[in-house]
């Protein structure tokens, strides 16, 4: 199970003002759960970010009864990836919860060693589940891929017996495509040799005789 410790955060106190003591402002917010501004110790929560991502639950202790949440939203640097603030959604006991759970490729597809391609269409499936038996990933075996048009569909994944799958049951998760060797163009023509100069113009006709009248 992961466990954070965290401190209510004094009335005032800004976020900036958090980080300089070395943690991470969050929140934590749920259906029956009033929005709390909390404080964590940064070292652990990236430890705890790292483990959990989104789709492990992670129990709050230090802000009254302890609570059972998601993290549901991050802020991250952009330049040193350090955590700026973290939003967790507590979870209502006897309830399940609604989220995409990512997928990990495993095993190694036959088709693929003669040659063609394995098309990896999706990367997260949505479904819904009792927290107890959150995933962190779902496996997709592609040894089962033998030969070009074999395809995975998103309904046989598998998934916790308390799930229910949202994404649809007829997607396709990976599939075989045939490798298509791009043939080389044919070099493009030679241009036309440049036509030698044209003949010479004919020479100017010669100017008639003049015919002087006789006296």
Known sequence: MLTLDVKPREAGQSPAAVRESGSVPAV?????????????????LEQVWKQAGQTSVVTLKGAGEAKETLIHDVQVHPVT??????????LEKGKKVQLSVPLEFVGHAPAEKVGHIVVKALHEIEIEVAPA????????????????GDHILASQIVIPPSATLITGGDEIVASITAFKEEKEEAPAPAPAAVAEASEAPAEASEAPESTEKSE
């Open 81 to 90: 990836g350090t955590l700026l603030h973290v939003d967790f959604y507590v």
């Open 133 to 148: 038996q959150l995933p962190h990933n779902l496996e997709v075996d592609l040894s089962t891929l033998e030969n070009v």
């Open 28 to 44: 934590f917010y749920g259906p029956k759960e009033a929005t709390t501004p909390i404080a964590i110790n940064g070292r652990q």
